[in-house]
């Protein structure tokens, strides 16, 4: 292992290791309310499924920030402080996931059957969650304000954290809108697609929540409150997670099962990705119609035409091109990043929180 890969599997078993402190502190509130042992067992069990899976870069680059714009590794209490607000982020990971899941009728997540469709609950006297996960989805997105509430209500952002949580969450189900209405499962309308479409979607729906709210909490932490340092923050992690999910769907199109660990489904699912868009953008009109009649179409034959038509259309060629160039233009956005202190504010901001950042997604395969 590198010594890279050691360092982030440390950090992540030290994040993880915050979490049970966390999720015994949101069923006391059930227990402190006297709810009985069944409903304290139903949002124990909903809590560990839902939020601790994945790989938690969100919650994970909360602390990295803060590590970085302090200069300091965390220890004790203070960790565990700016930990409750990376796991705030996987909380809403969580209620995103869970809902989403509901809306797709999807069958899995992260290699195990979706909130809603576990059968075995465990917990008399129901089996299946069934549509008891739409009220799951909606005690994870609160359980975030709760911990604010109980940590951080004497920090100086406290107002800003709630906010920021409000104001994020409200523009990822904007961008679940555009993406829901522009592509639904059930209705092929290639018209509707365009790349300025699917950067609105990949913006709003993943970019603002996944990029710019770890550094931002980050920010707040350590009383970076200044107006122009959060907008500058957005205009170079809003085009990070945009290639991000650039990268996403071209993985999702051209990765193998071995090397993402999943087998893509956006060509049959109907999903507005960037793949489909570029071959909209330079297909002739045959192949415009080859993509018409198989792109949505739910057999792996139809699917195989689509790729064997990304191929000839040299949308790999053409990915190569755009992450060089994408990765040229963060850079520069990150050198332009002046570290001196402003408004008071105890610390500068540091390149490092978005070059780290940068690292971790450039030229990523999986």
Request: hydrophobic share 40%; aromatic share 12%; net charge negative.
């Amino acid at each position: 292992m590198s010594d890279d890969k050691a360092i982030a599997a440390a950090n992540k078993k030290r994040f993880l290791g915050a979490w049970p402190r966390i999720a015994e502190e949101l069923t006391g509130y059930l227990k402190d309310a006297k709810m009985p042992d069944n409903a304290v067992q139903w949002f124990t069990k909903s809590l560990d499924y839902n939020a601790p899976g994945g790989k938690l870069n969100r919650g994970i680059s909360v602390v990295d920030t803060v590590e970085i714009l302090l200069g300091k590794q965390l220890e004790g209490e203070e960790y565990y402080k700016v930990a409750i607000l990376g796991w705030c982020i996987e909380l809403l990971q969580a209620f995103f996931l869970v809902s989403d899941d509901i809306m797709d009728q999807s069958v899995t997540r992260r290699g195990q059957p979706c909130w809603y469709k576990v059968t075995e609950s465990g917990i008399p006297p129901i089996s299946h969650v069934g549509n008891i996960a739409i009220n799951d989805a909606f005690m994870l997105e609160a359980s975030i304000y709760q911990l604010l509430r109980r940590h951080f209500k004497s920090h100086p952002c406290y107002v800003q954290f709630f906010e920021t949580f409000q104001d994020v969450t409200f523009k990822t189900e904007m961008g679940q809108l555009i993406d829901l209405i522009t592509a639904p499962e059930d209705k092929v309308d290639l018209s509707q697609f365009n790349l300025q479409r699917h950067s609105l979607i990949v913006i709003y729906k993943t970019a603002y929540y996944s990029f710019y709210l770890p550094v931002a909490l980050g920010m707040y932490y350590v009383g970076i409150t200044s107006p122009a340092l959060h907008e500058q923050a957005q205009s170079i992690l809003i085009p990070m997670g945009e290639y991000f999910q650039v990268q996403d769907d071209y993985l999702d199109a051209f990765g193998t099962h071995e090397q993402i660990g999943k087998i893509g489904t956006d060509i049959i699912d109907n999903k507005c990705a960037w793949p489909i868009n570029i071959a909209l953008q330079k297909a002739t009109p045959e192949q415009r119609r080859i993509l018409d009649e198989n792109y949505g179409v739910k057999n792996s034959d139809a699917e195989a035409r689509v790729k064997k038509l990304y191929h000839e259309l040299e949308i790999p060629a053409i990915y190569q091109k755009y992450e060089q160039e994408s990765h040229v233009r963060v850079s520069k956005l990150i050198e332009q990043v002046d570290e001196t202190p402003i408004d008071g504010a105890p610390v500068g901001m540091k390149r490092e929180v978005y070059a780290a950042f940068l690292r971790k997604i450039y030229a990523r395969a999986k």
